[in-house]
């Protein structure tokens, strides 16, 4: 199994040479090398590909260029990577130039952030939905809302004085 | 921006709970929900049609209603823990999910597996593989309105089970195949529990092919439905069934042999039509190779070590550690934090029910995964259903559905 790395700009032309030669793509990763030794870019794009007929694999790292990361989308030539492309931007936030449909596909759309990036921590992030419009439920004159409750009461039950201060904040 | 696009937006702005989005009555055309929730989509699919009465003109099929961020979850577990994440990605098929890591892990390891953890392996995959397309079968008779089809493909898988379930104590999730072999050899007594398997299952699933096979109504809701040519199904990745009921000739326990199927003997059912039928056939075929294969298993199943032993990777036996100083500081270095894994890439692939498994592994050289990355099939297979169905009625829609046998915790993981 071999292994190449890529500049962004290589990529369109090296994807059509090696579809022409009857590689197909079997696999596309979006990678955070901010871990790892000996790289120059954080965000790499790793393809495994497959020759049938000669019964080879072989990896190619391509690296991306830009904030966001940016790197050319090639659907045009393999379509199988259409989804492949739009996870490693849902999870990297990598951007694909020129695919048909970039959007999120296994977050929800109003997700912010992308989760498979080093430094977005497991458990650090605060999981919370945005309403949508038919959980809005407005009743006037009710009890407040648990923010507004949480500020008034503390942990013992006794009375505090309101201010602008998210629970738990110090 | 196509009109489904177009319809997404609108369906996003309005908040979810609709099934019908939009009726364009200058060209009679309406665009409807099918899923997440819904009977024929084997899971926590959204399909977005578009509808000219019973036609089909667009499917787009919304996925991500089951994701809960595994790959994630993986860089946190140490490298063996790791194994008890990735069985549960696809749950049909569990034993292939964990083959596909370890084979990726032993290689960044550069360990070797004994034959006997390769041979128990290959046993709990092919059983694994039939447990799979028997549900398939249920599934998809049931959609074609078969009902007794379900009925029958879980009373075998129930039997398949229960054999899981004497050697991994588990029905599903076994956390059972480990880098470096099996977690435990075989029970005593598993030569004659296999048998009674194998004394079962061959004719069970030739009753099955006389119920369907000639079946009139299986054969009109099935031939020519859902078909993709050679070209689209390579275009699109298809692999596995799809990709063989395409005419694609390519399984990779053939044609890049991993573990010990370099040594067994077994065919591999191409078909050409490329249809549902197609689909049908060929894992009719696998199913009666799996069982070839499990008796040459069974009778080639050689003795010996079931895992690698090396004490840098297997915690040593209970017995060793009233003895060894030396046994109780690697019980206790593997209890702690685990071993570590040379600095390295690698990608190993199985050949799963559904296709091709992979698994893209990174070791930054600590003792947790850099990255995992798996390739599921169902995730990849799913692109094709929209070539399939356009220009088809909504009923082969179904049938096509079930005939990618997608599984929704695979796809999103």
Known sequence: METAWLQASEWLERAGALADEGWQIRDLAGVDTSGLKGFETRFEVVVQLLHTERKERTTLHVMTEGDPPTIPSVVGIWPTTNFMEREAYDMFGIVFDGHPNLTRILMPDEWEGHPLRKDYGVGKVQVEFKPQPFLQIETPGQSPSPQEALRRVDRLGQVVPATDKEPGQA | MSKTQAVIEAVEAKGHGAFVESYDELEERMVINMGPVHPATHGVLRLLLELDAETVVDCQPIIGYLHTGMEKECEDQNWRGAVTIVTRMDYLAPFF????????????????????GKYIRMLMAELNRLSSHVVWFGTQGLDMGAMSAMFYGFRERELILDFFEMVSGLRMNHNY???????????????????????????????YEELLSLNPIFLERTNGVGAISREEALALGATGPIGRAA?????????????????????????????????????MVEMHQSLRLIRQIVDGMPSGDFKNMDAKLTPPPRAELNRSMEAVIHHFKLVTQGYTVPPGETYAAVESPRGELGVYAISDGGTSPYRIHVRDPSFVNLQSLPTMVKGQLVADLIASIASIDPILGGVDR
């Open chain 2, 97 to 116: 999910n964990e083959q596909a890591y370890s084979l990726a892990v032993e290689a960044l390891l550069g360990i070797e597996v004994p034959e006997r």
């Open chain 2, 247 to 283: 005419g694609i000739d390519w399984d990779l326990r053939r044609d890049i042999p991993y573990d010990g199927y370099s040594q067994l003997e077994f065919d591999v059912p191409v078909e050409t039509a490329g249809d549902v039928y197609a689909r049908y056939r060929v894992r």
């Open chain 2, 177 to 207: 195949i480990i880098p470096g072999g099996v977690w435990e050899d075989l029970p005593d007594g598993w030569e004659r529990a296999i048998e009674d398997i194998l004394d079962v299952l061959p004719p069970r699933v030739r009753e």
